[in-house]
């Protein structure tokens, strides 16, 4: 079938949703999406391990440990049985913690239909390895389409029903551009869209993940700054910054510059920028404050991706030679003993350089002769 480039950029009309999404991890983003899927109209079962939260989604539609007092939609289904979560699942949202990604599809790959779609919804890179999650589950689930939901998406804003958008990224295959109402990408968009949930579609998985990974380190970086007692033009200036730090890392991996501007990119690095709801904002102000690491958020265990994060992104930005100042910094806080002040001052005293990066105006109109 050959598409017009207005029909390529929108869902196909005979798309269908998938019926059955299992989702896999029962925290705040994982109960948020479940409950996204069961308002646009899906079956819906959940995955995790603490039997006591898999029991009060079931019993009483709450999830009391990541998202108290908050009633969940009716009809979601929890287990800790992962053979039970996946049987008969069309499609499967991953929902844990990064690092936890191939530990989690080594539990799922017996139990997992042939052939169905698996969407990551965690965001960083694989430590030691340098892999994008993409890749990971690549390799785990062979025979899997892989892909993500990424965007600027709060899981307390999403389940209470606040307009959401987000992007579902997936590789085009030969047979998704041939039958186009057949692609993951269009189908999980359709089974997670509602009138307060709105999907957009993307074939960028790379652009998506490096967003999605990358806006966390500069979240920290933001929090830093406003922690330590810098202002709103410090923010702005990180995340504009930031942004670029973002798109050439994408592109030198193989992905899209105009991806990093749209949702799982700038809508995400805004959101997690601006607000101390994001942990990784969070932890960066309270560190900014001078608060020491074992007693940020009152010494509880947090997940604070863009930490354990910030050793994956400089590392595998350092072994494909590409330089992210403002992550290089945090990287250095964090786990380089470094000052914060000192580090944010060197940050801002860096040799000049041409805005993009890599406009080669210097050498267009050298000094001293006419343009
Ligand atoms: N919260 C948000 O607003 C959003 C989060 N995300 C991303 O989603 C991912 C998950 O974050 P979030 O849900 O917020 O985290 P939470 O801390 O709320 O929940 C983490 C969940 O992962 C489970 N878990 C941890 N380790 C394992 C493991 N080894 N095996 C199986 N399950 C495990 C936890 O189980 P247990 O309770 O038993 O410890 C818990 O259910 C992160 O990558 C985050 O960046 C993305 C968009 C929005
Ligand atoms: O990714 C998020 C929102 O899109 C959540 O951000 P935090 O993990 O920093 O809370």
Known sequence: MTLSKAEQTKLPANARPYRRIA?????????????????????????GRDADTVEAIAERRENPKYLPGIELPEGIEATTSMEAALKGAEAVLIVTPSKTLREVCGKMRPHLPDGVPVALCAKGIEAQSGLLLGEVAGSELPGHPVGAISGPTFAKETVLGH?????????????????????PAARLALSMSSDVFRCYISDDLVGVEIGGAVKNVIAIACGMMSGAGFAENTRAALITRGMD????????LGGRRETVTGLSGAGDLTLTCSSTTSRNMSLGTQLGQG???????????????????????????????????ICESVHAVLHRDADLKQTFRD??????????????IFLDHPFGEPA
């Open 23 to 47: 989702v896999i991890g029962t925290g705040s983003w994982g109960t948020a999406l479940a409950s996204v899927a069961r308002r646009a109209g899906r079956e819906v079962i959940v995955w």
């Open 163 to 183: 307009p959401t958008a987000a992007t579902v990224a997936f590789e085009f295959s030969y047979a998704d551009r041939l039958d186009p109402q057949e692609s």
């Open 245 to 252: 730090e973002m798109k050439t890392l994408a592109e030198v």
């Open 291 to 325: 608060i020491a690491r074992e007693d940020c958020f009152d010494g509880k265990p947090v997940v604070v991706e863009g930490e354990v994060n910030s050793i994956s992104v400089i590392d595998l930005a350092s072994r494909i030679g590409v330089s992210l100042p």
């Open 347 to 360: 940050l801002w005293s860096r040799p000049i350089e041409a805005e993009p990066k890599g406009l080669g």
